[in-house]
């Protein structure tokens, strides 16, 4: 089984930055995905920024080029920086980890774990 923990989220003005951070813990031999998915009211959930444990990430179109996800050298904690925040960016955004591989990492269907999520207000 594997934990998750999320922090960093707050309220920002738009155009600022904010990072969230998600520290995973238990059998943490297992994932080989980890991603940042979000979710705004009456919304469904979105990936917004994946990455493979070995190499690589993938992000939306709404984020690419302003959002950056990183794995620590330990690969336990994953990061999203968050660049040029907009309004839109408002949301509930969850940390999600797979045990074993998908080629989808932005699809939140393909994990198995989750954190409680951290709330992030744009304005």
């Known amino acids: 089984h594997v934990q998750l923990v999320e922090s960093g989220g707050g309220s920002v003005q738009a155009g600022g930055s904010l990072r969230l951070s998600c520290a995973a813990s238990?059998?943490?031999?297992?994932?080989?995905?980890m991603g940042w998915f979000r979710q705004a009211p009456g919304q469904e959930r979105e990936g917004v920024a994946g990455l493979y444990t070995l190499g690589g990430s993938e992000y939306s179109d709404s984020v690419k080029g302003r959002f950056t996800i990183t794995l620590d050298s330990a690969g336990n904690t994953v990061y999203l920086q968050m660049n040029n925040l907009k309004p839109e960016d408002t949301a509930m955004y969850y940390c999600a980890a797979k045990a074993g591989f998908t080629y989808s990492p932005l699809s939140a269907k393909e994990y198995n774990y989750w954190g409680q999520g951290t709330q992030v207000t744009v304005s």
């Open positions: 238990g059998n943490t031999n297992s994932i080989r995905n």
